[in-house]
């Protein structure tokens, strides 16, 4: 079908080029290995494979087809546990293609549909049950015979085990089946290997898409659960609702945390929990009092020990050393004996000795010289002690030595007005009081202040071992003190107004957003990881969507339209005519594609409402016959030969549909083994005319009849079917061979054993009288169960039947009755001993051979 291929072909090219290299490997391949599957997944995920391209030619279109082959099933034995059935000898379904199997109700029919059911996989198999009247066996299982290409195969199968694969293609129609055709929706079960691309173009998809969801479930997320009292807070809802589209600018919002965010978290914290906000309001402005004076004593402190102050303090103490150094040189006391006049222990010994003065002589003049001693040593002053003691005196007031004075004054003055600053224990104290304790100012600033002890300290001892440095201003800390004061300013004026009105509800929702945020802020590197996660999940996604199948479905519809449907629908409707039933008013269509599948369900064909279901309107026999066309349609053209079977066909049809029932399967056993399973003598009559129709050699070649049998409550058995299917006087002697056996068993093992034998030796003489009549007497004119009658050559020997005839067959017919049906309790059935029966059975033989020779020739043979 080229232009079929030419359909596909185009719109190959119209997909992604993984999908096209998925296709060329199966039409190479025939099927789509793990190992290209991950190649092809691998593909899928780049560029080259998500682009469309035109340049794949699917030369595998041209061959790629389903293998065809013959399939026979041969026969079913060694059956333990299953069902009810247990045959004596294996059920042998022949060499030929058609084979009737006769039994009536209970003798195992069903039972052997749904054992082949079970072996063959059918989708509407049930387990199959061991016989509910027996405890179960401790091994259940059949031996199933078949043949593939001629070669035979023979498979022990467990009870409810998988099923047999080379027997999956056998079709069987059974009532389960027929209601399904007719109720549900039908996928045909042959499908053109067009479609079949299709459908495995499908399962690759599904495939790949599981592949690549196992892969997207690796992807799991890390990010922390949001706490539930930030579910309703602004960025509660941003982290919730993170994307893969979600930008670094969209998450901005929630991942920055100032320090002005902490404070303004802080106070509505405080604010919340302010039982009195005016008392609050003081608190915070003594705090800032308290601020302003640490940063008052900081400038003091940065004001007196910066470099300016030290270069005043160094010009001071210069100045004083230069004028005392000029002092001393210019101290010149003729009188003294000593030297060392002028240094600065004599001046502070001649300064106390002033003081002293005045202890000793209050409200004079030092120093006092008349008629007075020395206040140092107490001895009475000469006159050479008393003018140098005036000398001493008049140097000390010199001009000089003032200056001396003035300037060392000066200088002490400067080092006695240098602040003290604060200890490392005042400043620890001073930090904490101020609310510098919870940061890295309270080092900051106790650092300052020992920088300032430090360079105090050296000022004071005159910088005699270094010079000191200035101490730089601590800008940062003065400024960040500043700001807390003015903070602490604001907040007491915020408390100030709380104070008078305060909307509690907004603060603690502002607070909650506050603390959202700070939470999601912590997050920032989860939240980023997530990103990153949702960004590859949407990338699986993408390649997930590109393995959706829906096209590929849509695709197979219309392919499936095009050479499946059409041609499901024109078999449909062949063989509602081949079955005589076109005159039932039934259609099938298409439903809808799924998976790749074409669906069909039967309609009421002319219905005018639309709605109602073939099921509820047909009677049952109609049901049954279109739910077997409906089979005959999926099945009866595919490629391979594999058997047919059929459980009760014709239940609930008339004669006429079994007739035409009956042709179809002699037709379809032309091509392919057919087994049919049936209670209705009337079909295995009609079957045999059927194949009597293809022709008597095609007839004698394939059809068999055979017939199963209950025993002892179980069920399956064939029955011995010689006196059935043999002419009359091979039946006749067949019957006279199994009396032999049966006397010999009872010469063995007693008359009880010889009467069990007899009994069925009995019921199947009365079969072959009525066998005589039909073939002998009435020359087959008149057959049970046979459609026709036939009058070709067979009427002219009818007027050589006498009076005797009949009565000597009704005679017969009438004795042997009571083994063949049953009989009133009252009147007990009595087994002929073996010469009668075998006198019986002989007569049968010599009427026979007298009839056929009256006159001779004159009858024509059976």
């Known amino acids: 079908m080229p232009d079929v291929n030419e359909t596909i072909i185009k719109w190959l090219h119209g997909q992604q080029d993984w999908l096209q290299q998925a296709t060329e490997t199966l039409l190479t391949d025939g099927c789509l290995s793990d190992a290209k599957l991950d190649e092809l997944v691998a593909y899928l995920k780049t560029s080259e494979g998500q682009a469309v391209t035109n340049h794949r030619q699917f030369d595998g279109l041209a061959t790629h087809a389903t293998a065809a082959g013959e399939l026979r099933l041969t026969e079913i034995g060694d059956i333990s546990g299953i069902e009810n059935l247990a045959p004596r000898q294996p059920l042998n379904f022949g060499k030929g293609n058609l084979c009737v199997i006769y039994g009536h109700n209970g003798s195992g029919k069903s039972g052997y549909t749904r054992l082949l059911t079970k072996v063959c996989g059918k989708p ?213 004996e000593l030297e060392g006049v002028g240094a600065d222990t004599w001046r502070a010994l001649w300064e106390a000795a002033r003081a002293y003065s005045q202890t000793v002589y209050p409200g004079q003049q030092y ?212 079955l005589g039933a076109s005159r039932i008013k039934v259609e099938l269509s298409k439903s809808r594609t799924t998976r790749g599948k074409s669906l069909h369900k039967l309609r009421l064909k002319g219905s005018q409402t639309g709605r109602d279901l073939p099921e509820s309107v047909l009677s049952e026999g109609e049901r049954r016959v279109v739910g077997l066309a409906a089979f005959l349609a999926d099945v009866a053209e595919q490629p391979h030969a594999a058997p047919f079977v059929f459980d009760d066909p014709i239940s609930s049809l008339d004669h006429d549909y079994e007739w035409h029932v009956a042709v179809r399967l002699a037709e379809l056993a032309r091509t392919r083994q057919v087994l049919v399973f049936t209670h209705r003598l009337s079909l295995y009559g009609s079957m045999e005319d059927a194949a009597k129709k293809l022709g008597d050699a095609w007839k004698k070649d394939h059809l068999q009849q055979l017939c199963i049998e209950s025993f002892s409550g179980t069920t399956g058995h064939p029955a011995n079917q010689a006196v059935w299917n043999a002419n009359t006087k091979k039946a006749n002697n067949i019957l006279l061979q199994r009396l032999d056996d049966a006397k010999k068993v009872g010469e063995a093992s007693g008359a009880e054993a010889y009467r069990s034998l007899a009994q069925g030796i009995c019921s199947d003489f009365r079969k072959l009288l009525e066998r005589t009549v039909e073939d002998d007497l009435l020359n087959q004119v008149v057959r049970r169960h046979r459609r026709s009658v036939t009058t070709d050559n067979r009427l002219a020997p009818l007027p050589l039947i006498s009076h005797e005839d009949c009565q000597f067959i009704d005679d017969m017919m009438t004795k042997y009755s009571c083994y063949e049906h049953s009989q009133s309790s009252e009147v007990p059935v009595f087994i002929p001993e073996a010469d009668e029966l075998r006198a019986d059975i002989e007569l049968l033989k010599t009427w026979r051979e007298s009839f056929r020779k009256r006159p001779e020739g004159s009858i024509a043979s059976a």
């Open 124 to 336: 509407r198999a049930n387990d199959l049950k061991p016989n509910v009247f027996e405890a179960p066996p401790a091994e259940r299982r059949c031996k199933v015979s078949y043949s593939e290409n001629g070669e035979p195969s023979n498979v022990e199968w467990p009870a409810n085990s998988a099923p047999i694969d080379a027997l999956r293609s056998v079709d069987i129609f059974d009532a389960e089946t027929a209601v399904a055709y007719l109720t549900e929706e039908t996928a045909a079960t042959y499908t053109p290997p067009s479609v079949i691309l299709f459908e495995e173009l499908v399962s690759v998809c599904n495939r790949i898409k599981e592949k690549l969801q196992s892969e997207q479930e690796t992807l799991v997320s890390a990010l922390p659960r949001l706490p539930s009292e930030y579910s309703a807070t602004q960025a509660g809802d941003a982290y919730r609702g993170l994307k893969s589209t979600t930008t670094e600018a969209d998450i901005e919002p929630i991942l920055q945390w100032e320090p002005y965010d902490q404070i303004t978290l802080d106070q509505l914290g405080e604010r919340l929990e302010a039982a009195d906000p005016g008392q609050l309001a003081r608190s915070k402005r003594n705090t800032k009092q308290q601020l302003e004076q640490l940063v008052a004593k900081l400038k003091t402190a940065m004001t007196a020990f910066g470099k300016d102050r030290l270069d005043s303090i160094r010009s001071l103490r210069a100045d004083a050393t230069n004028k005392r150094r000029m002092a001393s040189e210019a101290a010149n006391v003729g009188s003294a």
């Open 367 to 578: 120093p006092v010289t008349d008629d007075a001693r020395c206040v140092l040593c107490h001895q009475e002053l000469g006159e050479q002690a008393q003018r140098r003691l005036l000398d001493f005196e008049s140097f000390v007031q010199g001009r000089l030595e003032t200056e001396a004075n003035a300037a060392e004054q000066s200088y002490r003055q400067a080092l006695a007005d240098l602040p003290l600053g604060l200890t490392e224990e005042q400043s620890a104290t001073a930090s904490q009081a101020t609310g510098l304790s919870d940061g890295p100012w309270e080092t900051r600033l106790m650092e300052s202040w020992r920088k300032i002890a430090n360079t105090r300290t050296g000022l004071l001892d005159h910088e005699s071992n270094s010079n000191v440095e200035p101490v730089d201003w601590p800008t940062d800390i003065i400024e960040e003190l500043s700001n807390r004061a003015q903070t602490l300013e604001r907040e007491a004026a915020q408390h100030d107004e709380d104070g008078k009105y305060f909307d509690r509800a907004h603060a603690a929702k502002e607070k909650l957003n506050l603390e959202a945020r700070k939470w999601t802020a912590q997050q920032a590197a989860a939240i980023r990881t997530e990103l990153e996660r949702l960004r590859k999940v949407a990338t699986y996604e993408n390649w997930k969507r590109s393995t959706n199948s829906q096209g590929i479905s849509r695709k197979a519809g219309e392919i499936g339209e095009q050479v499946i449907t059409q041609m499901f629908v024109d078999r449909f409707n062949r063989e509602l005519k081949a």
